[in-house]
């Protein structure tokens, strides 16, 4: 069993070297070449259940192995992150939220494996691929709304409740109905894209997420923070966001939410 801390990291390879990594659904081989490496993925049809990465002799250089020319160095650097859009929650549960109350969920949520050489910045970035493939959704309207990945109907109520797996992020999500209705969820979606990842012990973290509802015609207040309960005393920080400047947070969190008055 490899921990967290033995597969997210950076990898020093000796000329020739090729490492078989495996984590969720997927499979990626590399091989280090003179100036570059070549790469090789497969998507399986069970997942594993622990990540792993292990040393094997040669790789197979066929028409689906990519080639990388990125010059001389030997590093190669492994880190976790969100899906590339947003994730949406759709309810088949009743969730109801009174006026003035708060409701927290903890949704598991895959994530995506991401090579980059030398150095963690856009332009290093070689290669990433899903641990899982998540079914594409659209969020709002019509003319009006965003494409994004569909998470169903994936959480919890508590977090001593939650079983993730070695290769998903746990994300807290505390929905503050700051209206005088009965807030019913039915979909939430999460712009992943802005959270960062964070480590503790083994498992993965989002930023706590805080979403006030202010009503279905306004995009309410969201907040991302660390908290001490959730993320320990000292976070380790694994991923920055892929998207920072919060532009996408100021949009709408529910659709088709069912406002229901009190008698």
């Known amino acids: 069993m490899m921990s967290p801390h033995n597969f997210w990291k950076k990898y020093e390879f000796k000329a020739g070297q090729t490492l078989f990594f495996k984590a ?11 100036n570059g490496w070549l790469m090789k993925s497969h998507m399986k049809e069970e997942a594993y259940t622990e990540l792993e990465s292990v040393e094997i002799d040669e790789l197979e250089n066929d028409a689906d192995t990519l080639h990388f020319q990125t010059g001389k160095s030997n590093q190669l650097i492994i880190v976790p992150a969100f899906p590339a859009k947003a994730v949406v929650f759709r309810n088949n549960k009743t969730i109801k939220i009174s006026a ?4 927290s969920l903890y949704f598991r949520i895959p994530l995506t494996l991401q090579f980059y050489f030398h150095e963690v910045k856009d332009e290093n970035r070689m290669f990433e691929m899903p ?18 990945f569909s ?46 990842l964070y480590l503790k012990n083994k498992q993965i973290y989002s930023n706590n997420v805080e979403i006030e509802f202010r009503g279905p015609e306004h995009a309410g207040n969201i907040t991302l923070s660390v908290k001490n309960e959730i993320h320990g005393n000292k976070p380790v920080l694994l991923a920055r966001p892929r998207i920072s400047g919060g532009r996408n947070l100021l949009r709408k969190s529910f659709y088709f939410i069912k406002n229901i008055y009190q008698s």
């Not at 700051?178 to 999460?190: F, P």
Request: zero cysteines; aromatic letters at 8%.
């Open 131 to 148: 641990l899982q493939r998540l079914s594409d959704t659209w969020f709002g309207e019509a003319d009006s709304g965003e494409p994004a």
């Open 100 to 103: 003035g109350e708060s409701a």
């Open 24 to 34: 969720g659904f997927a499979e990626v081989i590399v091989k280090r070449t003179p």
């Open 151 to 196: 998470i169903g109907n994936n959480y919890d109520i508590a977090l001593t409740d939650v079983n993730a797996l070695s290769w998903e992020a746990i994300v807290p999500v505390e929905i503050i109905n700051n209206t005088t209705a009965m807030l019913e969820l039915q979909r939430l979606i999460l712009r992943v894209e802005e959270f960062s």
